[in-house]
T-cell receptor, first 113, second 114 residues
């Protein structure tokens, strides 16, 4: 039972355009959501997070949107740059104590110059 | 500020052997979690340690174990290695856990079983 789903294994976007990565979750107990970026041969790097009390969080070129009723979140990257090419993981944690992070399987983003 | 350090970066073992992986968290971080990443499976949670106590455990067999020392450094042990244990093992640290704060990852140990 996959509680966090990233249904697009890959995405290609032209440099300068917007990249939109999507994530769906099934567990209504999740209340904190994160996005990580991973380059080959490196560990995941934290990008941005959002608490369930918010519906948007912005940090520079990165914005995360949360739609609780649809159990859906998305990461927008504007403008996309070639250095953004990486695998992006969506993750979620629950509100009952320190529950482990649950990760999606990732989306490979390719930004084409 | 130094990040999360994992050693060794690469390891080759044969079936039936055992292996110990090490993780030094960011200074001041007391929570250390371990994950297994295999192709197409994302990151699977192994266990979390906080103040030398295992606080959470994922759905892995008892061959996978870990511990945390008083300086928050952590080790993970896998006994009786199987071919399916070949994976990238990632360690992550945070101040107190997963509630409302990100975990910070090391670069992982790539374990290959022959």
């Amino acid at each position: 039972d996959q509680q966090v789903k990233q249904n697009s294994p890959s995405l290609s976007v032209q440099e300068g355009r917007i990249s939109i990565l999507n994530c769906d979750y099934t567990n209504s107990m999740f209340d904190y959501f994160l996005w990580y970026k991973k380059y080959p041969a490196e560990g995941p790097t934290f990008l941005i997070s959002i608490s369930s009390i918010k519906d948007k969080n912005e940090d520079g070129r990165f914005t995360v949107f949360l739609n609780k009723s649809a159990k859906h979140l998305s990461l927008h990257i504007v403008p996309s740059q070639p250095g953004d090419s990486a695998v992006y993981f969506c993750a979620a944690s629950g509100n009952s104590g320190n529950t482990p992070l649950v990760f999606g399987k990732g989306t490979r983003l390719s930004v084409i110059a | 500020k130094a990040g999360v350090t994992q050693t060794p970066r690469y390891l080759i073992k044969t079936r039936g052997q055992q292996v110990t992986l090490s993780c030094s968290p960011i200074s001041g971080h007391r929570s250390v979690s371990w994950y297994q990443q295999t192709p197409g499976q994302g990151l699977q949670f192994l266990f979390e340690y906080f103040s030398e106590t295992q606080r959470n455990k994922g759905n892995f067999p008892g061959r996978f174990s870990g511990r945390q020392f008083s300086n928050s450094r952590s080790e993970m042990n896998v006994s009786t290695l199987e071919l399916g244990d070949s994976a990238l093992y990632l360690c992550a640290s945070s101040l107190w856990g997963t509630q409302g704060q990100p975990q910070h990852f090391g670069d992982g140990t790539r374990l290959s079983i022959l």
